[in-house]
């Protein structure tokens, strides 16, 4: 689910081609049915296309949540129901489809990304979620079966929830909160990798650590590309322009404004702090190499001139009257040792071993 | 097709003086003309110059698409014809003129690029294309005849399309948006080459990937000085001045406009996974330099008081005891065999071998 | 108090639900209430919260300080009396929520944060505050019971002071303009930090300064995501949008802005000082490199010449007539001093010893 | 004409005080007056001082050009006939002026910069155009006497141009464009330098290329700095806040502007990749010192354990039984073949031979 | 006057609280006054602070101009008879102030920085200059008794000039004025100073360039610090928000705006300047390891052959035919000439030497 299949549109096709753009699933999506208002919420799970004409013709709040985009036919026909515009309907099933929200006066087309931290690839999961908003309905689309949205669908059935007091906006309102909360649950995930990765660049800098720096980095690009355009989306509602909006839910819109901007902030701060580590990292290795070195002109400094000197009464010269002295070796012996002596405390006090 | 031509702008020329900027292709430019309205589609190829008056008098709309710029007579009649200001002739003629849109009144020039990826020399091509819209007609100009624009007229011929309902500006729009398909396949080229060098940079770090990722680099640079003028020539047609562009087509042009703004993301991403796959390179070099000195390190430090005792009982000094006794020389292969022992060990435990 | 807890909202709960978010602290809040007019000061320390209802109904500002967050129970009492809207009470509880104003028409909400300067640890705590502005009454809410605000206090009760002639808003004006001046007390240590630091990067540079300069980086962006957000906070108000604040608070609310700007520029002056202080550290690392290279390779270069001459005079050729002659040991000795000398001079000239 | 003379401004003096700012020219300025209407044009070319006045006061468009600033009175005399400020008349001859435009309602003054690039030198020559547009008038004023604006007065007089048809405002319009298009020149000729660096760069990087791209780099900030305040002097224009400006005249104006943005963009383009060259050149340098270090390693790893093995058995130890066999020479000899072969073959697997 | 001072703002006492904070010095304010009308100008230094009173009350322009923060009370006494702002009189008292303009409505309150470098130090050093503008007077304040507004002054009293006919305006025009003309004063030396270390980076890079470039960089950073809200000031005086400022001043106003964008530009092109001397620097610095590196190599590659060699023939193996060869020793002379010529060539032709 990474930036690979970002790019797959097929050239020369008509606008409004409905083709499932993303990696197939074999599956059949589930229908989910929630029908609520002010006293009552009755749920339908696993809808068939034919039950679901009845169903939008009634009063109160109507929530279709579709699991699985790859059946082009079940989005054409609510497409149909819900008289939805067919650029609308390529998007939901384009997966590739940046976070956007398109205004269609009856309705509001918005397409936001789930993100989930997968720790074992260390990689960032995404799934492509569709919110269309009508007066009285919420159509929602994901990718998987995955019940990202159960704690709303619990929060309706239970009763005392603000959810029957409020209109369709506050649903739409909901689900997009869970969206952003699960933003922060996968920053705690990533501010851990953080700090571990930051703990391991001083405890033991190692050559293994660049790969992941960089690795790290990427999911940052790479979230940091879906997040943006969400806190468009997110101030285009919050500007109230559509009437879809009522006042009342636009406090709570600011509320998931804030949040977004709390997930920005944060998401640069990880940027930034990633690049100071690479920095880092590169300065600890050019420390460890400055210590290598070190203690290789050490070696050298201390072996040469010794070394030089056994060479030099190695000599054959018939004539070299040192050679004859009864002391001249340990003379010698002792040179050396002096030599070698004087050359480790010049280190010492320079601090070089 | 790269920087050099740019700049190419003679001194002194009034302005408005017709000349074809680019490099020259001998071939005759090959004139189509594709003229429709709610029930019928008559395309004609290869037609003369004197040929274009009658069409042009038709109703419903009439395209006239120009491949080949460097006959600039046939650019100075259809100027004629249609009545098209001489700045904007100049501008169709020089190929190195930068994406941009000129609000005539009358009619509406649009200049952008056509770019591919040419995979084995590693460069992007570039294509100048420029688009005239007029209320009931569109001329289409471009440097080749490569068949960009065949999916568009196979669309318009085929009868159940939505051309047959829209005017002249729908025409212009699906021109312009099998541009930015392009782009699409082009990025896709792009980010696996991104990949590729990606994958490299981890397995075989290179000197011979540097002058890649440098070229890379610059081809990024280059798609970008297209693609971001591009958006300003969208969002200028989106705000809805001009009148020839009518509200329903307007939502097509923001589909258009949200598939540049990506393109835009996904350029900027990939610059900067090139940024960082430099930092990396050089973060390994330092990393593989590293590697090296430690191995002429460990070499010398064991070596070096091995060669220094050889040397030592080298010497002709006349009274060395060592060198009488029994079992000297096992002895100091014996000594010898301890220092080189324990250096490698001292190596081993530091976790340089 | 750094950037782990930052993000640990729970998925799935309602908007408004009331959970205290942030470390627990078992101390019991205390609750401090002062109400004064033109003529009086009353001060109640230690108030229970049924003893509160009588207090709001008073006429004059009354200012209602609640030192600790841990008992919802009085946040949700006080919310009640005073009509405040649920999400306000949960950003209230939420020590991580970033600054930030909220206008709910009859009051305004205001979270700041309150940051001192752990020198020993060094490393920043932040302490969430919170400011609740209506017409006649402040609410204030802070995580510990540290004195922060006890000026304020003292300069209502000495009576002679601006506060008795002004409202609530000039009471909101004095605490955050408290908040403001802390942070000033906080630039200074780290701007002797800073200093510090880059004396001892010219004096010593050592290896230990890299963790250091880090930290001071890493609380540097800290910092700014506390400052930048409640720059724009003091706009806010100072737009004067809110019926609240009045003319003549606004003066002393733009000369907060101001302190704020001046907060900011600081802290943008002091990372582009430490960002300065990594580069000299790289290159000093890069100079030192370098003279210990040189090292090496003057002792190679005057020791390799005279280790091959010794070893040339060392072989056991039987013609050699060299070794014959009477003064080739000392004509030896004079080469080598030469060589030597020669060498010494020759790195004396290319400055290198 | 490089960065030094751009800040002598003298302290003190009244503003509007006429002083030459700039390098002394010797030669006497001359002036030039090139009269037209829609009829006919007359060329007068060293007219004097005196002659000025009768000029000035007929029908249609008159275009006075000074090519030289050293003598003050004659800029002063023009200013007391046209009525111009003396804070214009003050930029007029401060060479230093950055490019700027002055509403003064009756007139318009503009200070751009001409460049020209110098190869022999490699720094580009910068002079200061400065152009007083009146309603009938048009006055220009240059440093030096090289014929820069030729081509607009052979086309003005060559009678069939556009210049006869419209007014002062056109004939300011072909001065900005002309000084527009040596912009262009300039490009093409620095573009062809990047080029050649970045070719050397690859066949022969070398220590001489970092100076050379240092002067690249300041040449390109020089450029900046002329070109962006230029953009927004044309934009000031183009705005149409002038009446002096006619609206058939503004489509010019758009059409320098945008050639002033392709300026623009290409400059960073260039910046870019002069970074970008920057960073290779690092780069290879790191590669080539690897590359030297390694063959110092190899050499080292080859001989060290050879020599160590010639000097065992240069020892002088009574009992070395190796000493006496009699194949032990070969024996050591094939021994170090042995040694010498695996090593290479050891480096050459690693490939660092 | 550096950095340090900057933070110094006491936690707790209320805003408009008169302290002076800046370094303390010892000697008596000076007061001047100088009344001007069109007709006369008189000038009283050394003016008694009870003398004031009666100055304040004549017609025309009254200049007062105090030299000297140290004394509050002369600060408090002024503030009363004009009526000033408590808030502006605690700005005027703290040098650490950063450029603002405040608008009281009767008067305008503006603080800027006097900028001067002190070469022997190679410092800026910064004074605290206030201006209180109203409709007939001019309070201006500066911490020494330096004589920064002499010209300013003669300029009023010669009698001829344009102060007699502007109001109090066009007299803060000219302080700020010049304040703004020390700055290109201090951009020249500045600039000198960039030359001079770039001019030693060419010729002889040395370590000790390290922290002049940094030091040089750090100042950059101060006086940008100064120079970015100065323009902010001007720029909210030329948009003739205040009536104080007079149409025929504004154009003044704009003049000085145009010269601080230019000081602006200045700034920000020699920090791109110094930046680019900081990777030169380090560039260089590699290349000179290199070299280093590579002389290492060049006498290691040489010597250890032959080094190996001659031990090769000081073995002292029993059976070594070569050693009892008559011409052994020439050969091996001979061979290793071969050799080390051969080195020396292949370096050569490599162009390491």
Redesign the interface.
Same mark, same amino acid.
């Given at each position: 689910m990474r930036?690979?299949g970002?790019?797959?549109?097929?050239?020369? @096709? /008509?606008?409004g081609t409905l083709l499932h753009v993303g990696s197939k699933r074999a599956e059949r999506p589930t229908i989910t049915v929630l029908h609520y208002d002010e006293e009552s919420a009755v749920e339908k799970e696993g809808v068939l296309l034919d039950e679901l004409v009845a169903d939008s013709a009634q009063a109160g709040v109507t929530w279709i949540h579709v699991a699985g985009l790859s059946h082009v036919e079940i989005i054409e026909r609510l497409g149909q129901m819900f008289n939805i515009?067919s650029?609308a309907l390529e998007d939901i099933l384009n997966t590739n489809q940046?976070p956007?929200l !398109?205004d269609y006066g009856e309705y509001i087309y918005i397409a936001i990304k789930m993100l989930t931290y997968q720790p074992d690839k260390q990689v960032i999961a995404a799934e492509h979620i569709n919110i269309v908003v009508g007066s009285n309905y919420v159509l929602s689309f994901q990718e998987t079966d995955r019940r990202f949205f159960?704690?709303?669908r619990e929060?309706i059935k239970s009763g005392q929830?603000?959810f029957r007091k409020h209109g369709a906006d506050y649903l739409a309102y909901a689900l997009i $909160?869970?969206v952003v909360?699960?933003y922060?649950?996968l920053?705690?995930q990533l501010?851990e990798r953080v700090?571990e990765l930051e703990e391991e660049l001083?405890t033991q800098p190692d050559?293994k650590l @660049?790969?992941a720096i960089?690795n790290l980095?990427?999911e940052m690009?790479?979230l940091r590309?879906s997040v943006w /355009?969400l806190r468009e989306v997110i101030a285009q509602i919050e500007r109230g322009d559509s009437a879809l909006f009522k006042e009342n839910t636009l406090? *709570?819109i600011? $509320?998931i404004y $804030?949040?977004t901007?709390?997930v920005i902030?944060?998401v640069e701060?990880y940027r930034? #702090?990633t690049s100071?580590m690479?920095?880092?990292?590169?300065?600890?290795?050019?420390?460890? #190499?400055?210590e290598?070195?070190?203690? @290789?002109?050490v070696?050298?400094?201390i072996?040469?001139?010794?070394?030089?000197l056994?060479?030099?009464?190695? #000599?054959?010269?018939?004539? #070299?009257p !040192? @050679?004859?002295?009864?002391?001249? *070796?340990p003379a010698?012996l002792l040179l050396m040792t002096v030599i070698g002596v004087t050359m480790y405390r010049y280190f010492s006090r320079k601090a070089w071993i």
């Amino acid at each position: 689910m990474r930036r690979h299949g970002l790019l797959a549109k097929k050239v020369g @096709l /008509p606008p409004g081609t409905l083709l499932h753009v993303g990696s197939k699933r074999a599956e059949r999506p589930t229908i989910t049915v929630l029908h609520y208002d002010e006293e009552s919420a009755v749920e339908k799970e696993g809808v068939l296309l034919d039950e679901l004409v009845a169903d939008s013709a009634q009063a109160g709040v109507t929530w279709i949540h579709v699991a699985g985009l790859s059946h082009v036919e079940i989005i054409e026909r609510l497409g149909q129901m819900f008289n939805i515009h067919s650029l609308a309907l390529e998007d939901i099933l384009n997966t590739n489809q940046r976070p956007k929200l !398109e205004d269609y006066g009856e309705y509001i087309y918005i397409a936001i990304k789930m993100l989930t931290y997968q720790p074992d690839k260390q990689v960032i999961a995404a799934e492509h979620i569709n919110i269309v908003v009508g007066s009285n309905y919420v159509l929602s689309f994901q990718e998987t079966d995955r019940r990202f949205f159960k704690p709303v669908r619990e929060r309706i059935k239970s009763g005392q929830s603000r959810f029957r007091k409020h209109g369709a906006d506050y649903l739409a309102y909901a689900l997009i $909160d869970t969206v952003v909360d699960y933003y922060f649950v996968l920053l705690e995930q990533l501010g851990e990798r953080v700090e571990e990765l930051e703990e391991e660049l001083v405890t033991q800098p190692d050559a293994k650590l @660049l790969p992941a720096i960089h690795n790290l980095k990427t999911e940052m690009l790479y979230l940091r590309r879906s997040v943006w /355009p969400l806190r468009e989306v997110i101030a285009q509602i919050e500007r109230g322009d559509s009437a879809l909006f009522k006042e009342n839910t636009l406090l *709570y819109i600011r $509320d998931i404004y $804030d949040h977004t901007i709390q997930v920005i902030e944060t998401v640069e701060t990880y940027r930034d #702090m990633t690049s100071s580590m690479l920095e880092i990292y590169l300065s600890s290795i050019s420390n460890r #190499m400055n210590e290598v070195v070190k203690m @290789l002109t050490v070696i050298s400094t201390i072996f040469m001139p010794l070394t030089f000197l056994a060479g030099l009464y190695g #000599m054959n010269f018939k004539y #070299m009257p !040192e @050679l004859e002295w009864q002391y001249g *070796y340990p003379a010698v012996l002792l040179l050396m040792t002096v030599i070698g002596v004087t050359m480790y405390r010049y280190f010492s006090r320079k601090a070089w071993i």
